[in-house]
């Protein structure tokens, strides 16, 4: 789903020239933002997978709600309803909603955002399983590959329950693939700010090692809203 970073035209100048001299530095004058930014990415990717793994209070569930500027604290009315849904006797860990992300995909220049880099941290290293936000955003995730298809095997279930409610994302060989979940009438019954089109999307990780916690997430933002 990723597009490649360095074209067939580009690879053919680079391989003309005389010198491997020039090709280093050509590859670094027009490239270095997108090799600053995958090693920066790199770098926060194994910070956010080591700082989770060895934190004593692990969350069972995280999820980033991108753009939003509502108390999503423990005692928030979305923490509490979320927890009160599943009944606290049945969860082994916290429940965690990080609201501090602030980008539009919908502006090509949003793409070096250092908050869009994080929520790409997070998704990468498994610190968050899923993200809640507009259509723009949850495309643009979807086009960097780290949110979840659907109709993977792995997430099944979520997409059997909630066909009616699936976002598509087209990729270059025009191939839809579902990507989010529409929770708009969830999102506003939570009480949460209203996006300025009224929607609001979950999107997947792909890399999260288990679901089971993200399903009862959607499940409990389908319902609310009903």
Known sequence: ??????????????????????????IWDYYKLWIIGA????????????????????????????????DVSGNSKLTQGFVSYVGEENLPGRVTFDNNAFFNLANNSDYKNSYYMKVLAYLEADTAQAVLCQYDNLIGLAKSGRLADLSDEKVGDIYDKYKDRIIYYEDEDGKKIPVGIDVSEGYKAAGLTEYTDGKAYIGLSAYAADYGYVEKFVDYMVELGK
């Open 1 to 26: 789903m990723k597009k490649p970073i360095i074209t067939e035209e580009e690879k053919q100048k680079i391989k003309e020239m005389d010198s491997t001299r020039k090709k280093i530095g050509y």
């Open 39 to 70: 090693v920066v990415l790199v770098g926060l990717v194994v910070y956010f997978a080591v700082v989770f793994a060895t934190r004593e209070d692990k969350p069972i569930l995280d999820v980033v709600l991108v753009n939003n500027y509502d």
